[in-house]
């Protein structure tokens, strides 16, 4: 296993973490030199914050770990592929590379949709590497994405139920 197998298995315990706890389960981590110095994974719904996304919450605790807001030699490894919004933070905040896991067809802004984080009009391009341990960072969103979909359904189902039910007050007027 290399380094970014490594770091990216690291990000992906983020994702447990954010799985744990309902959250869509994306995680990842920062590295400088050869050490993580931050982690992060998805809070949005716990927090009750669209800005608590796994790669804000790590580029603030490597910002503060670091004493700068410039991030400039460090690494991310993020289990899927950043937003317009992550994109933009990681590009502002002049980290050399982002390791991505899954690609997101639907929303990324690494290469999918858009490419936001090697725009050459921008003053800083941040280097892409994608598909570091696709098969399990994919696996982890399918999963967490079909328990989500049998939840609701058996809700939907257990609600239906609950209306087809004649209601205990109807029994007692008889």
Known sequence: MNSDEAFMKKALQQAEKAAALGEVPIGCVIVCGDRVVARGFNQ??????????AELIAIDKASKKLGDWRLEGCTMYVTL??????????VQSRIDRVVIGAMNPKAGCGGSVLN???????????????????????EILKRFFRDLRRRNKKEKEEQRQRL???????????
């Open 116 to 138: 936001i984080l090697e725009m050459p009009q921008w003053n800083h391009q941040v280097q892409v590497e994608t598909g570091v341990l696709e098969p399990e960072c994919q």
């Open 164 to 174: 087809e039910r004649p209601s205990d007050l109807s029994a007692l007027s008889e």
């Open 44 to 53: 949005r719904n716990t927090k009750k914050t669209t800005l608590a996304h």
């Open 81 to 90: 592929e950043p937003c317009q919004m992550c994109s933009g933070a990681l």
